[in-house]
């Protein structure tokens, strides 16, 4: 099983950014998809997840209208577009993989699979 997250960067505020992840070894299209991240100090915290299908997207509130989650079952890809970014969004940003139901998403130890991570640094 591998997921493999990039898509990381250094860019400044107000910029745009988009997040890959790209999965293998286990049935893309079963699991629902999310997106947490964690800042120097802080807890891995949950961003986003997607439906099976990706008929259905999950965000957490504060992020809801600058990030956009999606995926491409057809490519074994889930997506991060992440809008106006701000410094706070400074973090390394996972990809993860879980079978958990809707009311569990936004719990790390819901799922099952992680990615190594990809570092996003955004400048004021």
């Known amino acids: 099983v591998q997921l493999q997250a990039s898509g990381g960067g250094l860019v400044q505020a107000g910029d745009s950014l988009r997040l890959s992840c790209a999965a293998s070894?286990?049935?893309?299209?079963?699991?629902?998809m999310g997106w947490f991240r964690q800042a120097p100090g802080d807890e891995r915290e949950f961003v986003a997840a997607i439906s099976e299908s990706g008929g259905r997207t999950y965000y957490t509130d504060s992020l809801k209208g600058r990030f956009t989650v999606s995926r491409d079952n057809a490519k074994n890809a889930v997506y991060l577009q992440m809008n106006s970014l701000k410094p706070e969004d400074t973090a390394v940003y996972y990809c993860?993989?879980?079978?958990?139901?809707?009311?569990?998403?936004?719990?790390?130890?819901?799922?099952?699979?992680w990615g190594q991570g990809t570092l996003v640094t955004v400048s004021s």
């Open positions: 070894g286990f049935t893309f299209s079963t699991y629902r």
């Open positions: 993860a993989a879980t079978r958990t139901v809707v009311s569990g998403l936004q719990s790390r130890d819901n799922y099952r699979y």
